[in-house]
């Protein structure tokens, strides 16, 4: 089992940046594939990127390709999104979710969220 923290999210201008990290408990981080969802208000919450427990792997939701970058740190237990040229319709609560790779095809562990919001 894992638990997850998110950090990192607040207010940013359209354009900037920000990093947003994932924090987890547990000794066998490197056994989960990690991915990054988001939920906008009055929205459902969508797949944004992910990668697998080794690092060797991305992914993206065509929305983010090229302006964010999803990395790990299994040493530290520890998950990033580094978000660049942010949109206003970024803006949402951001959630960090594990699986155990090879198990499962689903996220069954996930943090309480941040949020990110981008100001026009």
């Known amino acids: 089992q894992v638990q997850l923290v998110e950090s990192g999210g607040g207010l940013v201008q359209a354009g900037g940046s920000l990093r947003l990290s994932c924090t987890a408990s547990g000794r066998t981080f490197n056994l989960y594939d990690i991915a990054w969802f988001r939920q906008a208000p009055g929205k459902e919450r969508e797949f944004v990127a992910a990668i697998t427990w080794s690092g060797g792997s991305t992914y993206y939701a065509d929305s983010v390709k090229g302006r964010f970058t999803i990395s790990r740190e299994n040493a530290k237990n520890a998950l990033y999104l580094q978000m660049n040229s942010l949109k206003p319709e970024d803006t949402a609560v951001y959630y960090c979710?594990?699986?155990?790779?090879?198990?499962?095809?689903?996220?069954?562990?996930w943090g309480q969220g941040t949020q990110v919001t981008v100001s026009s």
């Open positions: 979710a594990a699986r155990r790779s090879g198990l499962t095809t689903r996220y069954d562990y």
